[in-house]
């Protein structure tokens, strides 16, 4: 079927849509009625997807990119049940919209990873008899053989989608098959686990800084939009964050952080290199090889705050940040 060839270069990156406010959860899961996924088109052409917490307790966000020749889906939640959560039949709903308005035949999805992590790969089965659809590997050597890394992770590689080439480089710290992508036409630069207004849990820390020095040098040489990672667990009062567990966000602040918040990431984990533990900021915190302690504490966070909430919701009261 004949169809148009886009041009994913002319007036890129574009300004798209303003970020959404997000689907936040229920102080009751069970009379939860929004939606499994939230669905937020950025542009004709890009999309963001958010796991309800209602679903699970992680809520990740979901990337999907449309090039002339192939789509990429970057992540697939925290959830394998497509009853529950039916990833694939809203991809394929989304990609049908599209192909209604550019025809093409054959084609394809690719399936791949910010990293390794179950909530970020747990709706990989709803993929896998999917025609025309590739879903790769998520350890870090299958990693860099799918995106043909040679020098890893330093290295920059490029992923065309069909006239929308993405940049893809290695960021471990967080995981050891962390990757960043970086998108041309919407100026987005997705930093999975690395980077989110939250809690960042480093499992390699000279690994982390040198991803966060790396990320923003490539930054900078990029008209990046906006920095966006996957989760929002901080509320909006500064240093904040919701407990780990939590089913019920409604002070969350937005998704996306500016380079400047990148970088003041970067100076405060070189900050605190020589110095292990939970390190506030006014918007994420840094888990630098934190003790048991610190974990304890949040699930007495988390215990607190369901109680809170139980006791407002059998009182009428609504819900709300402590």
Request: hydrophobic share 40%; proline share 8%.
């Amino acid at each position: 079927m004949a169809s148009s060839w886009l041009d994913f270069t002319l007036g890129a990156p574009v300004a798209g849509a303003p970020e959404p406010a997000w689907i936040h959860g229920s102080p009751s899961v069970r009379r939860n009625t929004d939606p499994p996924i939230q669905v937020h088109a950025h542009d004709r052409h890009t999309y963001l997807l958010r796991q309800n917490k209602a679903v699970h307790y992680e809520a990740p966000f979901l990337y999907l990119f449309l090039g002339n020749e192939r789509a990429l889906l970057l992540d697939t939640g925290a959830t394998a049940d497509a009853a529950r959560f039916p990833l694939r039949a809203t991809v394929d709903a989304l990609l049908a919209d599209w192909l209604a308005e550019n025809p093409r035949a054959d084609y394809a999805l690719v399936v791949a990873h910010t990293h390794a992590h179950g909530d970020h790969t747990a709706g990989d089965p709803q993929f896998a008899d999917r025609p025309h659809t590739t879903v790769a590997g998520t350890g870090a050597d299958e990693v860099r053989a799918f995106f043909g890394f040679s020098a890893w992770p330093e290295q920059v590689v490029e992923f065309d989608l069909g006239g929308r080439v993405l940049e893809v480089t290695g960021c471990p710290g967080h995981h050891p098959s962390s990757i960043a992508v970086y998108d041309p036409w919407s100026g987005f630069l997705l930093t999975g686990d690395t980077v989110y207004p939250g809690r960042l849990y480093v499992q390699d820390f000279p690994a982390f800084l040198a991803s966060l020095d790396r990320l923003v040098e490539f930054g900078r040489q990029r008209p990046v939009t906006r920095v966006l990672g996957c989760h929002i667990e901080m509320t909006r009062r500064p240093g904040r964050d919701y407990p780990t567990g939590c089913r019920y966000q409604p002070d969350e602040p937005p998704l996306a952080f500016t380079m400047a918040q990148l970088s003041a990431i970067r100076d405060a984990a070189h900050e605190v290199a020589d110095r292990p533990g939970t390190h506030r900021r006014d918007d994420f915190v840094l888990w630098h090889g934190s003790p048991a302690s610190a974990q304890y504490r949040q699930l007495a966070r988390l215990l607190g705050d369901r109680l809170r909430n139980r006791v407002r919701t059998l009182r009428g009261v609504p819900s709300g940040t402590r």
